[in-house]
């Protein structure tokens, strides 16, 4: 089985500011791992992606994610917020073989001027 | 990046009436594809994996019955809410799985049932 915590439902930073999201994982098999994002009333775009390759993930917008499996989690960072950042992201695990994605239960990021 | 469309993007509807949703790859050959259920301020609850060609697969607690889904080429999936309810109005999204195992997501379509 897998499954994924996102702690904080709700985070807000200033603009310029880091961006942390946090994202652990549970699977009991080498896990793929996903960040997407959802602008209200639209579906979700891919972020980055980690599929065992390089532990450090780069994905559009600036932001990045690095896999380390000795504390099972993928947390999403951005050095600098933007407005246009304001959103909801998920963070989501599949597996080789699987084909659903378990989504956590998303992250509302605010930016404040 | 790969694009996932789907038709329409919002619809109102009489309860009672049936619903079809359409769901589409449209540069790239997707052997199965997903359909997920939205409430508001919620994550995204995976309803049924849809396999070209084969009977879908659904989730738990999802009545086949009612939501009938149909996979008849490589780039197209739809789903078909019968009879719908108030209860049913959602936003249900799709997603086409490429041969890369990323899943890529169409808009959405806002379903309002009257």
Known sequence: AQSVTQLGSHVSVSEGALV????????SVPPYLFWYVQYPNQG????????????????ING????????ETSFHLTKPSAHMRDAAEYFCAVTALGRRALTFGSGTRLQVQP | GAVV???PSRVI??????????CRSLDFQATTMFWYRQFPKQSLMLMATSNEGSKATYEQGVEKDKFLINHASLTLSTLTVTSAHP???SFYICSARDNLDTQYF?????????
């Open chain 1, 20 to 27: 942390l999201l946090r994202c652990n994982y549970s699977s």
């Open chain 1, 44 to 59: 979700l775009q891919l972020l980055l992606k980690y599929t065992s390759a390089a532990t450090l993930v780069k994905g």
């Open chain 1, 63 to 70: 932001f990045e994610a690095e896999f380390k499996k000795s």
């Open chain 2, 5 to 7: 469309s789907q038709h």
């Open chain 2, 13 to 22: 509807c009489k309860s009672g009436t049936s619903v079809k949703i359409e």
């Open chain 2, 87 to 89: 209860e049913d109005s």
């Open chain 2, 106 to 114: 169409g808009p959405g379509t806002r379903l309002t049932v009257l």
